[in-house]
């Protein structure tokens, strides 16, 4: 009883770490992930093993997965988002949680360095940033010091 508990509560602990791909799909606002519809035999099956094992890698959680094409469908996101340098999952659902708005939209880098500075401020958003307000690339443009030449 004792080893089943334990399993258990990992199984919630972990659950609470991933992001739930239909908080990311509006987040990323994929009208072809929110609205799909399997095409083909194959994308009716359930999500495969591999399939599930790479969702929760990527920061999703596999068990609202309803189908293998819509699986393919969001792995394909979250590799173009890569290449793309924008927000990961985990990073939306992070900045989305605090009251950030179109984090979806935001880089990797940007998110990252928000995160960065919650994190160095004891995990509370700093006072000088309201959320609900909050665009990265403004906020990157005042953090810019102007540099001076010497010489030459």
């Known amino acids: 009883e004792r080893a089943l508990a334990e399993q258990l509560e990992s199984m919630r602990k972990r ?4 992001v739930d791909p239909l908080q990311f799909e509006m987040s990323i606002a994929s009208e072809d992930l929110t609205g799909y519809v399997p095409q083909f035999a194959w994308e009716m ?6 399939q599930k094992a790479a969702l929760e890698k990527a920061g999703i959680c596999p068990d609202e997965i309803g189908c293998a094409g819509k699986a393919s469908l969001l792995m394909d996101k979250i590799a173009k988002r890569r290449a793309e340098g924008l927000a990961t999952p985990k990073q939306i659902r992070q900045l989305e949680g605090r009251g950030f708005r179109r984090v979806g939209e ?3 880098d940007q998110a990252s360095a928000l995160i960065s500075r919650i994190a160095a401020n004891g995990w509370r958003t700093p006072a000088s940033i309201d959320p609900a307000t909050y665009e990265p690339s403004r ?6 010091v102007p540099t001076l030449r010497l010489g030459a």
């Open 15 to 18: 659950k609470r770490k991933l």
């Open 45 to 50: 099956a359930p999500a495969s093993d591999a």
């Open 106 to 108: 935001w880089t990797m």
């Open 139 to 144: 906020e990157a443009r005042a953090a810019r």
